[in-house]
């Protein structure tokens, strides 16, 4: 454990240099009782800093500006400036810390200890313990590079991709090397390469839910290749994460069920959750405790959906989102079962095999609705009704798990012509589908420092 906290404090001090561009930091000396990880298990240590690694690490701005987030009124009018800015779409100047460099950190540190693995033999008597530091770097770099593409970043489609401009890709921990913009599709082929050959040489399991797995490297792919537009490719993903994880909890009376109507419903590494990781706070808008959920979106679950309990609590008139997977108040962000059954329900039904799609959506519905009546399986008139219904249970499912922006976005790439609506001050505000600010600004002092280009 000292080892592990000597080794955060060495990453932490680097990356601020990195961030702050500051002189004077470069005239301090290192202490020479710092450990500089140079074992596997070192390495792995750094990987298993859970809080610098998985807890309120993954971006949020993006669940602030979509539409899981809702306040009424009377409530955001009295609200902080940030407040305002975000809910109602406008460009502020915002500097550190925010989350580009917190989930910066993670990337800084699967770079380091793919750098240090490379310098390791791999060995008969080591390759387990090779193979789990490489595979997890690799993975923790796609996590934060797709999050991070899909909140800075335009949608991926319409033949723009190659020239729309993405994020940093920082592949060496070496903070001297110049920041560049990639474009979006240059990130998300990164974050496609880093996924693979995360899944050549991961366990099916892990030990920890902190920690990657084959499964979630799996769930990685599918989850890009459907942001991708890619169904056939996320299809065959989603399903080779299912053969490993295919579980759900079942909401009638689940062990991993600790009370549909308490304020933390659901226990921390429940058995649907394949890697775990949590939403940073940000600028606090889409936190539960302040946000609300739309009265329409809350009014679309039918009385004997089990969600409609466990998701939620009155508030001031109102209903607040309480259904996180973190088991604690934070929001969950990892990957959970209940995901990609929906990803292979959705890319099934578009790609034709729609009783497949429904299947696939049948088997979640069933575990989320209440058993005393009978649960009459959903049927589809055609393919965009199939289409229709699994979107629609996507929403209701993965509500504020910072999944949303990008659906949004996906969405609108194809059509779906989706118009967000919000009222402050009297004054209503509207984000056009595919307008520009779907790539959200970056951060001032990151544009000062480097010398990239504003959104």
């Known amino acids: 454990m000292v080892t592990k906290y000597f080794i955060g404090t060495v990453c932490c001090t680097l990356i601020m240099i990195s961030l702050a561009g500051c002189e004077k930091f470069l005239s301090v000396k290192s202490d020479a009782k710092l450990l500089i990880p140079k074992t596997i298990p070192d390495l792995q240590g750094m990987l298993d800093d859970v809080t610098l690694m998985n807890i309120a690490r993954t971006p949020s701005y993006g669940e602030a500006s979509s539409d899981d987030v809702y306040y009424p009124p009377s409530q955001i009018d009295g609200g902080s400036e ?87 890709l920082r592949l060496s921990s070496d903070f001297n090397v110049p920041s560049k913009r990639s474009t979006v599709k240059e990130c998300l082929l990164q974050a496609l390469s880093d996924a693979k050959g995360a899944a050549e040489l991961l366990p099916n399991d892990p030990l920890v839910k902190f920690r990657p797995s084959k499964a979630a490297a799996y769930a990685q792919l599918a989850r890009i290749y459907l942001y991708m537009h890619d169904y056939t490719n996320a299809l065959y993903y989603a399903d080779q994460c299912l053969r490993i994880k295919a579980t759900l909890m079942d909401y009638n009376g689940d062990s991993d069920v600790v009370g549909l109507d308490l304020a933390i419903p659901f226990k921390r590494f429940n058995k649907e959750t394949i890697f775990h990781a949590e939403m940073f706070a940000g600028f606090s808008v889409h936190i539960p405790v302040n946000a609300k959920i739309d009265p ?17 609590r009155a508030n001031t008139g109102f209903q607040q989102f309480k259904g996180s997977y973190a088991g604690t108040a934070n929001l969950f962000s990892g990957i959970a079962v209940d995901e990609i059954y929906l990803i292979r329900a959705e890319c099934r039904a578009r790609l034709g095999d729609m009783d497949g799609g429904m299947d696939d959506l049948n088997a979640l519905l069933i575990k989320r609705w209440k058993n005393t009546v009978i649960y009459i399986p959903r049927t589809a008139q055609g393919q965009n009704d199939a289409i229709s219904q699994i979107l629609m249970e996507r929403r209701k499912e993965l509500l504020m798990r910072g ?19 919000r009222v402050l001050t009297g004054i209503t505000f509207y984000l056009e589908p595919n307008a520009p600010f779907y790539a959200l600004p970056l951060p001032n002092d990151i544009i000062e420092i480097a010398e990239l280009k504003q959104n």
Do not use: H, M
Request: net charge positive; proline share 2%.
């Open 403 to 421: 999944l949303r922006w990008s659906d949004i976005k996906r969405y609108n790439k194809e059509g779906a012509g989706i118009r967000l609506r």
């Open 296 to 312: 329409l979106l809350y009014s679309s679950y039918e009385p004997d959906d089990l969600r409609k309990r466990a998701f939620f």
């Open 82 to 168: 940030i407040a305002r800015n975000v809910y109602s779409w406008k460009k502020f100047d915002y500097q550190y810390p925010n989350e580009w460099a917190t989930a910066y950190l993670p990337i800084y540190n699967s770079n380091f200890c793919l750098e240090g693995i490379s310098a390791i033999e791999r060995l008969g008597t080591n390759a387990a313990g090779w193979d789990n530091v490489k595979g997890s770097a690799l993975f923790f770099r796609s996590f934060y590079f797709f999050l991070l593409t899909t909140q800075f970043g335009l949608g991926y489609g319409n033949g723009t991709s190659d020239q729309d401009l993405g994020i940093v």
